[in-house]
């Protein structure tokens, strides 16, 4: 069952998936299916070449949250090999200019394994003024 809600600038669709277990969240057209733990509101932080970033509220802790669904993950060998690396190496980087991963969500199945969402602790700061200290 679909409901909407409007959030921020757009509109929501919200659609439970997986026996609850899951929420696909429709913003501007882009889906994010990510564990219930993570709720509205939700805003639009930014995409790249390799993904796609929204911030949600991690209802766990309280705290909003930065999601990053990355993009064509599995389109070849080289980008299915580099993500699980990349994941592990900044799961251990402790670093000031390295923003930590707080998460990484699983897939609800197997069979539907197409996207990873890689959590972040939300950061507001722009690159260009980052670069500069």
């Known amino acids: 069952m679909e409901t909407r809600c409007?959030?921020?600038d757009s509109e929501v669709a919200v659609t439970p998936t997986h026996?609850?277990?899951?929420?696909k969240y429709t913003v501007e057209g882009i889906d994010f299916e990510v564990s219930r733990r993570y709720k509205p509101p939700i805003e639009v932080i930014g995409h790249g070449s390799f993904g796609i970033v929204r911030s949600l509220l991690d209802s766990d802790t309280g705290e909003s949250v930065a999601i990053k669904k990355l993009r064509d993950e599995f389109c070849s060998k080289k980008?299915?090999?580099r993500t699980p690396r990349e994941i592990k190496i900044l799961r251990h980087m402790d670093y000031e200019n390295v923003i930590p991963i707080t998460d990484i969500i699983p897939p609800p199945?197997?069979?539907s394994f197409n996207n990873v969402y890689i959590v972040y602790k939300l950061i507001f700061c722009r690159m260009d003024i980052l670069q500069t200290t």
Do not use: A, F
């Open 109 to 111: 199945t197997r069979e």
């Open 19 to 23: 026996e609850g277990k899951h929420v």
């Open 79 to 81: 980008t299915t090999k």
């Open 6 to 8: 409007s959030d921020v």
